[in-house]
């Protein structure tokens, strides 16, 4: 069995956000005993990524990282028109990837002890996002 849902983010602050119960919680009931999780986001300048979950200081590094791949205002982009921060969001985004998918164990998002999935928000004003949910049971 297939499910799916589109759910529209509300605006969040560059960086970092765990969903992991937005995403278990999407179809307002538990996750099928078993299966697979993919999540979509439709957006080139937002991500997805699983990462620990436990040390805050991980995303305070990859953010520090990324921003030296990938700083804003440098002199050498040609996409500028949407503002400083746009292309390296595009960037950032092409590097994470806009789909996940998890397995499902016992109702429940397998992932290991320390992982979560994070919506990775990659503008200074990116506004609401989409997420596509599918559920294959």
Same mark, same amino acid.
């Given at each position: 069995m297939i499910e799916q849902k589109e759910i529209t983010l509300n605006p *969040?602050?560059?960086?970092?956000?765990? #969903?992991?119960?937005?995403i278990s919680g999407a179809f307002g009931k538990k996750l099928?005993?078993?299966g697979l999780i993919n999540i979509f986001v439709k957006h080139t300048s937002a991500?997805? *990524? #699983?990462?620990e979950n436990a040390d805050p200081d991980v995303q305070v590094d990859m953010k520090t990282l990324l921003n030296k791949l990938a700083p804003e205002g440098a002199p050498f982009y040609e996409h500028t028109m949407e503002g400083t921060d746009d292309m390296p969001a595009h960037f950032k985004s092409s590097v994470f990837g806009q789909s996940l998918t998890v397995p499902i164990t016992n109702g429940n998002l397998n992932l290991g002890t320390w992982q979560s999935v994070y919506f990775c928000e990659f503008r200074n004003y990116g506004g609401s996002r989409k997420i596509v949910v599918t559920i294959y049971s």
């Open positions: *969040m602050s560059k960086g970092f956000h765990n #969903i992991d119960r937005i099928p005993k078993a991500a997805l *990524m #699983i990462n």
